[in-house]
């Protein structure tokens, strides 16, 4: 199995980006996906989760209202857009492939990408 996730970058407070998760090896339209992050000196933390038929989305508080997480289960992949950018979404983000539920707990997921990093100046 694996999960390549991209389009991490610099970006501007204000700013947006858009980070896609191409997974290979697995049946990706039976597992729930989620997203992560990591920042500098912190624990990774939950971003945002769909689950398998795309009904069901989950999100994080912090990012409420100005990330959306979305998939296309005909190219095996899941997006995060991020509009609003603050300095404080400055991360590592991971994607991730679990549950076919809409979930949280990092537990719930099997899978783990590599990770792209995401900078927010101020």
């Known amino acids: 199995v694996q999960l390549q996730a991209s389009g991490g970058g610099l970006v501007q407070a204000g700013g947006s980006l858009r980070l896609s998760c191409a997974a290979s090896?697995?049946?990706?339209?039976?597992?729930?996906m989620g997203w992560f992050r990591q920042a500098p000196g912190k624990e990774r933390e939950f971003v945002a989760a769909?689950?398998?038929?795309?009904?069901?989305?989950r999100y994080g508080e912090s990012v409420k209202g100005r990330f959306t997480i979305s998939r296309d289960n005909t190219k095996n992949t899941v997006y995060l857009q991020m509009n609003s950018l603050k300095p404080e979404d400055t991360a590592v983000y991971y994607c991730?492939?679990?549950?076919?539920?809409?979930?949280?707990?990092?537990?719930?997921?099997?899978?783990w990408g590599q990770g792209t990093l995401v900078t927010v100046s101020s």
């Open positions: 769909v689950s398998w038929s795309r009904r069901i989305t």
């Open positions: 090896g697995l049946t990706f339209s039976s597992y729930g």
């Open positions: 991730a492939a679990g549950t076919p539920r809409a979930v949280a707990e990092q537990y719930e997921y099997d899978y």
